[in-house]
């Protein structure tokens, strides 16, 4: 299937005075419903995650990553908005798997919160960039700027290299932690590509032709884990 | 004692060249470790108060108070740094008064956290008002940014007077939750007042000058409850 099918076409689609294409509108509202509520939480969590901090230093690094994932939500909000869709109502398929997700990966301390961060903020960018390339240019643009990097991630970086040196048992307790938060993601990942047929087909560029490709879906989900274990890496951790 | 002591005196004393103005300079620190602490606290309350809301847009208005509160933190803290105090050091004193209002002010429901967030603000932007008129100019110009109106309180009136109207008993209820805020805030204020005497001088404009001038500053207090007054019936509520 693939995205031969012309994503110039499905732009004009947008004209007012262009033939709609319903299920590419309707699974582009999905993904900016999920996206939104996706962001939304993230910054409810990590804000939450915050007070785990040894300092108010500490503390404030992870409220800037809230505080960002913030400003990506209203993008994305004030878009569904514009394409005339109810942000509320786009948001409501995700609320379960996303609020699931973070009631299962609460983190118990403050290592853990930012190995969650990390890796939470790793995986909604891999995430933006596998979607991009099967998305019309305004579309496309629009999750472009909710991926860029909210630039803050490093220093969760220092900090947990730093304990793992200070106290090496550290990094087993954390590598452990990060296969559980993939494990997690993966699994509420396949719950919504499940229920959200027309969304997961648009994941793998072949909304309108006949479903989802789930061969194609096995790929994207594989190189997100591949780039997940590059970051366990990155972070001192065996994944 | 007053003001009259001449602040641009004062200011002149955070040039190099200045004859340094010691008691002056640990009264500001004092007083940005207190507004930093107080802001990124207030973070943190907001983002988890926003939980409580019925909808996601409802709890991303009440977000986007969050987000203008970590903006002033990040000023603040910033500018901390600059005059060469360490954030931390200057906050520590106020973690315990500050921890403690919120811990005996946390919300039960969505309109008691509405009522805190609109509360809340408006004694910030008071008490911002109130400490400008006695600092150096440098340090007012910072203070009245900080101040800058968060500009999202207004849906926070608009939803509790509906809800009043709705359910009038429920004004009974938010009444007596807003003199509990109030009551907590004076409570930690003066806590506060006695534990850092200098700070206390400075806010009613006679650091330096022999004490707390305890009148003026008991002046203090009853304009802020009385603008408290002001806003809860701007809630439709009785203060």
Same mark, same amino acid.
């Given at each position: 299937?693939?995205?031969?099918?012309?994503?110039?076409?499905?732009?004009? +689609?947008?004209?007012?005075?262009?033939?709609?294409?319903?299920?590419?509108?309707?699974?582009?509202?999905?993904?900016?419903?999920?996206?939104?509520?996706?962001?939304?939480?993230?910054?409810?969590?990590?804000? @939450?995650?915050?007070?785990?901090?040894?300092?108010?230093?500490?503390?404030? +690094?992870?409220?800037?990553?809230?505080?960002?994932?913030?400003?990506?939500?209203?993008?994305?909000?004030?878009?569904?908005?514009?394409?005339?869709?109810?942000?509320?109502? @786009?948001?409501?398929?995700?609320?379960?798997?996303?609020?699931?997700?973070?009631? #299962?990966?609460?983190?118990?301390?403050?290592?853990?919160?930012?190995?969650?961060?990390?890796?939470?903020?790793?995986?909604?960018?891999?995430?933006?960039r596998e979607i991009a390339t099967h998305l019309d240019p305004q579309t496309r643009e629009l999750a472009l700027?909710?991926?860029?990097?909210?630039?803050?991630?490093?220093?969760?970086?220092?900090?947990?290299?730093?304990?793992?040196?200070?106290?090496? +048992?550290?990094?087993? #307790?954390?590598?452990?932690?990060?296969?559980?938060?993939?494990?997690?993601?993966? +699994?509420?990942?396949?719950?919504? /590509?499940?229920?959200?047929?027309?969304?997961? @087909?648009?994941l793998v560029g072949g909304v309108g032709v006949g479903?989802?490709?789930?061969?194609?879906?096995?790929?994207?989900?594989?190189?997100?884990?591949?780039?997940?274990?590059?970051?366990?890496?990155?972070?001192?951790?065996? /994944?």
């Amino acid at each position: 299937m693939g995205a031969a099918l012309g994503y110039a076409d499905r732009m004009a +689609s947008w004209e007012p005075d262009g033939e709609p294409d319903v299920a590419y509108r309707a699974a582009v509202v999905d993904l900016l419903g999920l996206l939104a509520y996706g962001e939304i939480t993230a910054f409810e969590r990590l804000a @939450a995650d915050a007070r785990l901090a040894p300092t108010v230093m500490d503390k404030a +690094s992870l409220a800037q990553m809230a505080v960002a994932e913030f400003a990506h939500f209203t993008l994305v909000r004030d878009h569904l908005a514009g394409i005339g869709a109810d942000p509320d109502v @786009a948001m409501a398929p995700f609320v379960a798997a996303l609020d699931e997700f973070h009631e #299962r990966t609460a983190p118990a301390d403050w290592l853990e919160g930012l190995v969650k961060a990390y890796v939470g903020d790793g995986i909604a960018t891999d995430f933006y960039r596998e979607i991009a390339t099967h998305l019309d240019p305004q579309t496309r643009e629009l999750a472009l700027s909710a991926m860029t990097d909210t630039g803050h991630a490093q220093f969760a970086v220092d900090r947990v290299r730093t304990a793992i040196e200070v106290t090496p +048992s550290v990094g087993g #307790r954390l590598a452990l932690w990060g296969r559980r938060l993939v494990g997690e993601a993966l +699994s509420q990942a396949q719950r919504v /590509a499940v229920e959200r047929d027309a969304l997961a @087909a648009l994941l793998v560029g072949g909304v309108g032709v006949g479903g989802v490709d789930l061969v194609e879906l096995g790929r994207m989900f594989t190189r997100m884990t591949e780039a997940h274990t590059r970051r366990m890496g990155t972070l001192g951790l065996s /994944a």
